[in-house]
């Protein structure tokens, strides 16, 4: 079956991708350094490089979209910029007939507008032609922002009473969408049906994706990880910190190079990664991969994906910092430290002095060991801003941050007492 998929996928990149020049996303806060970051930020919203290619010729996405009620679309994870909600569908959703809002969270033809004014975040159409009159696409590409980007939910009364939608500002902050529920979205697409790869895709569940799966870095193994939050990585990097749960990515311009791998490799955009012609030389690794994964083939030399563009894309992830901490009980918070850096332990893995991340991989964290690629183990993730990021571990197994404390408590035979758990607790949320 997985080389059914193989085979496919590689006929479909080998096609000439087209590429789109896309319209732009909301305007940025601050221009800093020369506009880069608002460039980068953009092309993080609203850029795809040709994947419609894959995810719609070859996946059909575009008629999973066609179809999908409002109502089942934002149940799956999917979210709206409420700055870009037409004006009539914004008159619908906040007025007062709350039967006509009922009926518009579940006609697939507001879906349509809304993908069509590019409110979906993370979402792309593609159409037959400009003089098109309805709004049905012919073809649909995805965004980084679909995954690694949030929304400030908006609260509408409707006939089952006050109901909060991801319907809201989209929240460049780096916290990712622990809701996005990619791959049962996936599973509904032709290509899966047919394929027998519905089962698989929907189990991987809200917040995590197999980005081993569906390419040619396919790994045979069931791998699904979490989204990791995209913040800090300029202190982080400069303490070792390598790039992906497995930590392979690291050096000079590794952000713009995991941007192409993502872009070229997993999302099948117009490019090349890590050969002669790619747009930004290979990073270095933290360790070397499978052969398989070092042969990558160049699928296109003529790439869209070009280097100014990747650099203006890192240029923006290197401008997110975590979110100051809020709501801890201070006090508790400095017995968490003290119990951080001694009984617990876990200043070891995690030194405050290098951004809570050090060098090295684990595997033996997670109640199921990695497998597959992951096999190697996990890289030491940094812990700031983490009060914000729940589930947590690269496969989501922890709900919250208690049973986070719990898995090494049992772990490292810690013996912590309740208030010591909670006062760890407290510490966490206060990074
Ligand atoms: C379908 C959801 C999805 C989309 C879309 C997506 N990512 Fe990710 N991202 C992930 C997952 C899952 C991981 C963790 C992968 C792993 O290492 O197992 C990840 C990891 C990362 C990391 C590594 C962070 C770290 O601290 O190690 C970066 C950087 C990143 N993504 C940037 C991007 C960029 C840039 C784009 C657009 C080109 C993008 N992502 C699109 C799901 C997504
Ligand atoms: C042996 C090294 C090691 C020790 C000791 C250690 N950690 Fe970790 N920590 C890791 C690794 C590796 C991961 C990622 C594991 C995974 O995702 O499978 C992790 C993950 C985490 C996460 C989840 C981060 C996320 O974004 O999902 C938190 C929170 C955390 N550790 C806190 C702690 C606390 C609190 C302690 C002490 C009780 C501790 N760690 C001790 C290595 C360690």
């Known amino acids: 079956m997985k080389d059914m998929v193989r085979k496919r996928i590689r006929r479909a990149a080998l096609g000439l991708a087209t590429f789109a020049l896309l319209a732009g996303c909301g305007s940025s806060g601050g221009t800093d350094n020369n506009g880069q970051i608002s460039a980068g930020r ?103 922002g679909l995954c690694h980007v949030t929304v400030k939910p908006t609260t509408f009364r409707l006939t089952a009473g ?51 799966a569906l390419n040619e870095l396919d790994d045979g193994v069931d791998n699904p990880t979490a989204f990791p939050p995209l913040w800090n990585f300029p202190e982080l990097q400069a303490h070792g910190y390598a790039l992906g749960w497995d930590g392979m990515f690291k050096g000079e311009n590794a952000l713009a190079s995991i941007a192409e791998a993502v872009y070229d490799l997993i999302m099948h955009g117009n490019g090349s990664f890590a050969t002669a012609s790619g ?4 990073p270095a690794l933290a360790f070397a991969p499978r052969q398989a ?20 894309l890192q240029a923006f992830l290197q401008s997110i910092t975590s979110p100051a901490p809020s ?63 729940a589930p947590y571990f690269h496969d989501n197994s922890a709900a919250t941050l208690p049973d986070v404390v719990n898995r090494f408590d049992v772990r490292g035979n810690l013996g912590l007492s309740a208030a010591e758990k909670d006062a760890l607790v407290e510490y966490l949320k206060s990074l």
């Open 279 to 282: 747009a930004i030389n290979p």
């Open 42 to 144: 953009e092309i993080f919203m609203a850029e795809t490089f040709g994947n419609e290619k894959f995810f719609g010729d070859t996946l059909g996405l575009h008629t999973v979209l066609n179809n999908v009620a409002p109502k089942d679309a934002v149940a799956l994870g999917v979210q709206v910029d409420i700055s870009k909600v037409p004006a009539e569908v914004a008159a619908v959703m906040t007025g007062s007939d709350l039967a006509a809002k009922d009926a518009a969270l579940a006609d697939p033809a507001i879906t349509r507008k809304l993908i069509k004014a590019g409110a979906v975040i993370g979402v792309k159409g593609f159409y037959g032609s400009a003089a098109a009159t309805d709004d049905t696409m012919t073809n649909a590409g995805i965004t980084c």
């Open 327 to 389: 709501g801890f009980d201070a006090a508790k918070a400095a017995q968490g430290a003290a119990l951080f850096g001694g009984k617990a332990g876990c200043s070891s893995c995690h030194p405050q002095a290098t951004a809570f991340t050090s060098a090295g991989r684990h595997a033996d964290i997670t109640a199921v060991p990695p497998t597959g690629d992951l096999a190697g183990g996990i890289k030491v993730p940094g812990l700031k801003g983490v009060g914000l990021t």
């Open 162 to 212: 006050d109901t909060a939608l991801p319907i809201g500002e989209p929240q460049l902050n780096g916290v990712p969408n622990a809701r996005m529920d990619a791959g049962k979205v996936l599973s509904f697409t032709p290509f899966a049906q047919q394929n027998g790869l519905s089962a698989t895709l929907a189990g991987w569940g809200p917040g995590r994706f197999d980005i081993r």
């Open 293 to 312: 994964v070092l042969d990558r083939l160049q699928d296109n030399p003529a790439g869209v994906i070009t280097r100014d563009r990747l650099l203006q």
